[in-house]
């Protein structure tokens, strides 16, 4: 057992970690300064971080990682009991393999059939698809109404769901606060006051057994690159691997996000990126084969089951997300219009997501 004065590591696998165990409220400003310039300066060089000693405990974790199994171990008829709506603008429920196509698009390009042609691109089919989900949010965002299981189906699911929701944003709205500092806000609550923890999500994922020839191959993958939309992403994830970011130093090349035992994986989303003028990084990163050879069985070299967890933070929708005034200067003039958070998530949406007019054809 190593000495309790060993100093902690500072990077795993090349993705830097952030200790913040000694973040409290009654925190002295110089040690919260200190936690907030590493969280910064792991977010403008990488863009992700993992953090540790955060506020969700090992055994809350693990509960989550429980009902997530239950969730998915159901029989197909029973999740369908709680689909996710037709279309792009409402996020919630289940999601089942095929329906969702992500990618790297921003949504802006100037293609209307850019949509269409994503959606061309062929997905997995069973016995091996490539991923299913389940979307969760606030019950009082009512621009995004749940769509639960019913009570008997899986009794408890929604009680505990909802409570682990609202556990995420609390632990969110310090990473929020440590941002701040980080690139230099005197105003701590800069971005918390952008956000109410409705409007964010919470996704089950569940990727399912599929033979690593076929990812080794490249005709098929469990989820391919994208950058998420919003303010941060914070990801908790199984002992699975297969995580994998984009190599900072090497474009085009991506590095392992080896899983870290309770660790959040926390990377920053496009919205971020824009609001700070590209100050901070948001990442491209995928899912596709685990790293360890003890990970598939079988004479196909099935792939081990993945769950992971990650919880999407995002701001009020009308609020007007537009350049912060310490990231302009003569050297960095703003680099992108205002937009709503509203304008922004139904345009990336509508890339991942077919319409339901669309689906009727």
Known sequence: MGSMNQKAPT??????????????ICSPPEEKQRIASQLAQACQSVGFVYIVNHRIPHERLQEAFHWSKKLFDLEQEQKMLAPHPPGHVVHRGYSWPGLEKVSNSMGDEDDPDLATKLRQVSDLKPPHPHKESYEIGSDDYKEQP????????????????????????????????????????????????????????????????????????????????????????????????GLQIGDPNKPGQFIDAKPLQDAIVLNIGDLLQRWSNDTLKSSLHRVTLPPGQDRFTGDERLTQERYSIPYFVGPIGASVIETIPNCIDERHPPKYEPVTWDEYRLMRGSMQYVSPEAAAT
């Open 11 to 24: 990077e795993h696998g090349g993705i830097p970690i952030v200790d913040f165990a000694s973040w409290t």
């Open 146 to 241: 749940n769509v639960w299981l019913p009570e008997h189906v899986l009794p408890g699911f929604r009680n505990f769901m909802t409570s682990f929701y609202w556990h995420s944003w609390e632990n969110a709205k310090m990473i929020l606060q440590a941002m701040a500092i980080g690139i230099g806000l005197e105003d701590e609550d800069y971005f918390l006051r952008y956000h109410s923890g409705h409007e964010n999500q919470l996704r089950l994922l569940h990727y399912p057994s599929v033979p690593a020839a076929s990812l080794e191959e490249g005709s098929m993958a469990r989820m391919d690159a994208h950058s998420d939309w919003g303010s941060i992403t914070m990801l908790f994830q199984d002992n699975c691997g």
